[in-house]
């Protein structure tokens, strides 16, 4: 009797030790895991650190004809230089930020894509302009694209505007007259553009001469399909994501705005190097 009413109080002990300690065990196996879990919420915020990387800078306008003569793969896609907001009240930050920033890049992106793996990759874009005719539509839009946008970024300035100086002063007068004749013709080539393109003032390297003209889509006087081919020293680009968001279909007024922040230095050293090149 006293043996099975032993046994009967160690099962029943047995079990509310077993129960206890079980219990015990569930208790913590969360805490085990959450511990584990913490150094995982870091990863994000390090990984952001990694893909952010500053765009490389093409060197500035003064030393372009070294720039361009470095092959075509080996082109970076060059920062802004300045602000975004830096050129209003001519032409507004958002515009800016979109043409450059997605217009621009794209043109970058697609052409370095187009060339990749390819003969065109050894060869400077000015070599490859020289042949556009025989070039993949691809090259040649976004080639374009990628050239005429870096023209056109350097030669704007937030302390631009007035008229030039130097050489390039008396040239325009030469084979102009003035200064506001000048700026008439420059102006009709870019009203008369129709559709999407450029208007440009560009030197003509078998005599020295400047002249003005306009070319379609992505185009430029350096293609061998252009009317006249040239060395380009001033760009205005008069495709609509260019101005519309501020002047809507009022190309006019763009372009009378586009003269208040003409990067005339920046002109005169491109005239200076095609003159010496002629």
């Given at each position: 009797?006293?043996k099975?009413?032993?046994?009967?109080?160690f099962?029943?002990?047995?079990?509310?030790?077993?129960t206890?300690?079980?219990?015990?065990?569930?208790?913590?196996?969360?805490?085990?895991?959450?511990?584990?879990?913490?150094?995982?919420?870091?990863?994000?915020?390090?990984l952001?650190?990694?893909?952010?990387?500053?765009?490389?800078?093409?060197?500035?306008?003064?030393?372009?004809?070294?720039?361009?003569?470095?092959?075509?793969?080996?082109?970076?896609?060059?920062?802004?230089?300045?602000?975004?907001?830096?050129?209003?009240?001519?032409?507004?930050?958002?515009?800016?930020e979109?043409?450059?920033?997605?217009?621009?890049?794209?043109?970058?992106?697609?052409?370095?894509?187009?060339?990749?793996g390819?003969?065109?990759a050894?060869?400077?874009?000015?070599?490859?302009?020289?042949?556009?005719?025989?070039?993949?539509?691809?090259v040649?839009?976004?080639?374009?694209?990628?050239?005429?946008?870096?023209?056109?970024?350097?030669?704007?300035?937030?302390k631009?505007?007035?008229?030039?100086?130097?050489?390039?002063?008396?040239?325009i007068?030469?084979?102009?007259?003035?200064?506001?004749?000048?700026?008439?013709?420059?102006?009709?080539?870019?009203?008369t553009?129709?559709?999407?393109?450029?208007?440009?003032?560009?030197?003509?390297?078998?005599?020295?001469?400047?002249?003005i003209s306009?070319?379609?889509?992505?185009?430029?006087?350096?293609?061998?399909?252009?009317?006249?081919?040239?060395?380009?020293i001033l760009?205005?680009d008069?495709?609509?994501?260019?101005?519309?968001?501020?002047?809507?279909?009022?190309?006019?007024?763009?372009?009378?705005?586009?003269?208040?922040?003409?990067?005339?230095?920046?002109?005169?050293k491109?005239?200076?190097?095609?003159?010496?090149?002629?």
């Amino acid at each position: 009797m006293n043996k099975k009413i032993f046994l009967a109080c160690f099962v029943a002990f047995a079990a509310t030790f077993s129960t206890s300690s079980f219990a015990q065990a569930v208790k913590v196996k969360p805490v085990k895991k959450q511990t584990e879990a913490r150094p995982v919420e870091t990863t994000p915020s390090d990984l952001k650190t990694d893909v952010i990387k500053k765009p490389m800078l093409i060197p500035a306008s003064g030393n372009q004809g070294s720039d361009w003569s470095s092959p075509a793969g080996e082109l970076a896609f060059p920062a802004l230089p300045y602000a975004y907001d830096a050129l209003e009240p001519a032409i507004d930050k958002l515009t800016v930020e979109i043409h450059y920033d997605r217009h621009h890049r794209a043109y970058y992106n697609n052409f370095a894509k187009a060339i990749s793996g390819t003969e065109f990759a050894s060869m400077p874009i000015t070599d490859i302009f020289a042949k556009i005719s025989d070039m993949p539509v691809s090259v040649r839009n976004n080639g374009g694209g990628f050239y005429n946008h870096v023209i056109y970024w350097e030669n704007l300035s937030p302390k631009g505007g007035g008229e030039p100086g130097g050489e390039l002063a008396e040239m325009i007068k030469k084979q102009f007259g003035e200064y506001t004749k000048f700026v008439e013709k420059f102006e009709d080539a870019a009203k008369t553009r129709f559709g999407s393109g450029w208007a440009w003032l560009s030197v003509d390297p078998k005599n020295g001469e400047l002249f003005i003209s306009s070319s379609p889509n992505q185009d430029n006087p350096l293609m061998n399909t252009s009317e006249r081919m040239g060395t380009p020293i001033l760009a205005l680009d008069v495709w609509e994501h260019a101005y519309y968001l501020k002047y809507q279909n009022k190309r006019a007024d763009y372009i009378s705005a586009f003269w208040k922040i003409v990067n005339w230095p920046v002109v005169e050293k491109r005239y200076m190097q095609a003159k010496s090149k002629k």
